[in-house]
């Protein structure tokens, strides 16, 4: 072979491997790995179904989105992950619609007392037109509201027994933060106090706190009951989170791609709150076990307190009033 034509075909070949190279490099570089924040522990349900969208979402794109889950606000508060989202520096949170009903007052139909019995009726509600609206009403917070995650009911777990929801009048109460929350434990004439997750359990033992408004979730996975041995069940609330997603890195993404991380959490969705609806019952007989003294009140004895907070907020906007009638449609 003639030098010169050896030259070419050194030079074709090393084209053909550089080529080659940077092709792999590409692919390769395809694969993301993502931040979920969550502020719960690892075995509470926000955490749980952020896991299992986190190894579906990573299955079904052979490897190319991996999520990370961060829980127990590793990652920051409420506001520092909403901060975060906004701007693109995390890709995903569980935040709760609580702290969202701040900047989209509509997601406040979640937190109507006596609105919902159980989980199983409250996640059926998700895919009701207005509930899906608000998830859209996010876009102009520079976020992108996948769907929803549901923690089990509203109960109150307290230092003393409670029978009557007269009897925490003038008592510490600690509710997230949020005007529906102080309007609704006002009502009764107890002082609403807003305390971090990772507080509560000091401030119960220091008696900064005498009740707590929670979900049985967190006070299994903190052992709550262990500073206060008492629980009244009331279901007097659901409390949702929504799954939302930075708009700066969705936009980012192909339509092919949005459509299959919607896909992939519909289905984590349907699984939590089935997941919850079984929970509720493993984790009440667990506290039943660890000698939690348990009693009930019944929704009509605080009927009066009820009507007064439905009427203030079911008018507050459309989508409240319109999420209302379609879940009474439904009951």
């Not at 979640?110 to 199983?120: I, N």
């Not at 769907?147 to 509203?154: H, I, Q, S």
Request: charged fraction near 20%; proline fraction near 5%.
């Amino acid at each position: 072979m003639k030098k010169s034509n050896l030259n070419k075909l050194c030079s074709f070949c090393s084209a053909t491997v550089i080529t080659f190279a940077i092709s792999i490099t590409s692919m390769q570089s395809v694969a993301e790995t993502l931040r979920l924040s969550t502020p719960v522990p690892p075995s509470h349900i926000f955490s749980k179904v952020s896991t299992k969208f986190a190894e579906d979402l990573s299955a079904r794109t052979n490897g190319d989105l991996n999520i990370k889950v961060f829980p127990f606000g590793k990652l920051g508060s409420d506001p520092e992950n909403t901060l975060m989202i906004q701007t693109g520096a995390i890709q995903l949170a569980v935040i709760p619609a609580a702290f969202m009903a701040n900047r989209e007052e509509s997601l406040n139909a979640w937190l109507l007392p006596g609105l919902f019995a159980d989980v199983e009726a409250a996640g059926a509600a998700t895919q009701l037109p207005a509930a899906r609206e608000m998830l859209t009403e996010l876009d102009k917070q520079g976020m992108v509201g996948l769907g929803y995650v549901f923690a089990g009911m509203r109960h109150l777990l307290s230092v003393d027994p409670i029978s009557d929801m007269k009897e925490i009048k003038d008592k510490k109460i600690r509710t997230f933060p949020g005007p529906i929350f102080n309007d609704w434990w006002l009502t009764f004439g107890a002082a609403p106090t807003a305390l971090p997750t990772p507080e509560i359990a000091p401030a119960l033992t220091t008696n900064l706190l005498d009740i707590v408004d929670v979900d049985l979730d967190l006070v299994t996975a903190l052992k709550l009951y262990q500073q206060a041995p008492n629980l009244a069940i009331t279901n007097h609330m659901a409390f949702p989170a929504i799954m939302v997603v930075s708009k700066k890195w969705w936009e980012s993404k192909t339509a092919e791609q949005q459509a299959v991380i919607r896909e992939v959490f519909a289905e984590a969705e349907a699984w939590g709150i089935k997941a919850q609806v079984m929970a509720e019952e493993k984790n009440l007989k667990m506290l039943k076990d660890a000698g939690v003294a348990i009693n009930k009140i019944e929704k009509s004895s605080y009927a009066d307190s009820t009507a007064e907070i439905l009427n203030k907020y079911i008018n507050k906007t459309p989508l409240i009033s319109e999420f209302y009638e379609q879940v009474k449609a439904e009951k």
